[in-house]
């Protein structure tokens, strides 16, 4: 059956550092994956998109990588923030645009 | 454009009540999507449209929950009869497909209590 995890519930690291959360999926073959932003009380906020054919993805402060064959995507925040506090959620989308979320990892970044 | 909105936000009803969620899409979008997220089971889809068609309703518990779209700016879920297991927070999302990277815009959710 399809399965995506997400290597941990939470995550907590100190401010400036770096934080990797994982993204891994069984028996899917991904058009797309994304990672999306969640705050408490409201829904999820898109942040990153990368396409199978690509490697690596970079916006600001934000990194992606997605690597086809091992089946994972790692998701990078750099010189991370309180701010930054939050769950992070990988989607994997197919062809037919059929989106599949993991159940996310909490970051807590403590100052 | 005031982004996808949901309502009610809020949502108590008791056990065998018919509960109707509502969602407007963001217009020009094709695609509406219906989640429900709960701390077991994460975030779940439940049915997608394109175009007001359903696509894949594979993700609908059972016949108690159907869903339309009789227009391409609204959308209900609908629960008929409710249980406290249905108790979630309910997303609606939509999109411009695949052609345009399909990056999903949520809307603020409606929370679902059944008791």
């Known amino acids: 059956s399809q399965k995506i995890e997400q290597n941990s519930e939470a995550l907590n690291i100190q401010e400036g550092k770096t934080a990797t959360l994982t993204c891994n999926y069984t028996?899917?073959?991904?058009?797309?994956l994304q990672w999306y932003r969640q705050d408490p009380g409201r829904g999820p906020v898109f942040l990153l998109l990368i396409r199978e054919n690509e490697k690596e993805k970079r916006k600001e402060r934000l990194k992606v990588t997605f690597d086809t064959t091992l089946k994972q995507s790692l998701f990078h925040i750099t010189a991370s923030q309180p701010a930054d506090s939050a769950t992070y959620l990988c989607?994997?989308?197919?062809?037919?645009?059929?989106?599949?979320f993991g159940a996310g990892t909490r970051l807590t970044v403590k100052p | 454009d005031a982004g996808v909105i949901q309502s009610p936000r809020h949502e108590v009803t008791e056990m065998g009540q018919e509960v109707t969620l509502r969602c407007k899409p963001i217009s020009g979008h094709d695609y509406l999507f219906w989640y429900r997220q709960t701390m077991m089971r994460g975030l779940e889809l439940l049915i997608y449209f394109n175009n007001n068609v359903p696509i894949d309703d594979s993700g609908m518990p059972e016949d108690r929950f159907s869903a339309k779209m009789p227009n391409a700016s609204f959308s209900t879920l609908k629960i008929q009869p409710s249980e406290p297991r249905d108790s979630a927070v309910y997303f609606c999302?939509?999109?411009?497909?695949?052609?345009?990277?399909?990056?999903?815009?949520f809307g603020p959710g409606t929370r679902l209590t059944v008791l």
């Open positions: 028996n899917y073959s991904p058009a797309y």
């Open positions: 989607a994997l989308a197919a062809m037919d645009n059929d989106m599949r």
């Open positions: 999302a939509s999109n411009l497909g695949l052609a345009e990277g399909n990056e999903q815009f």
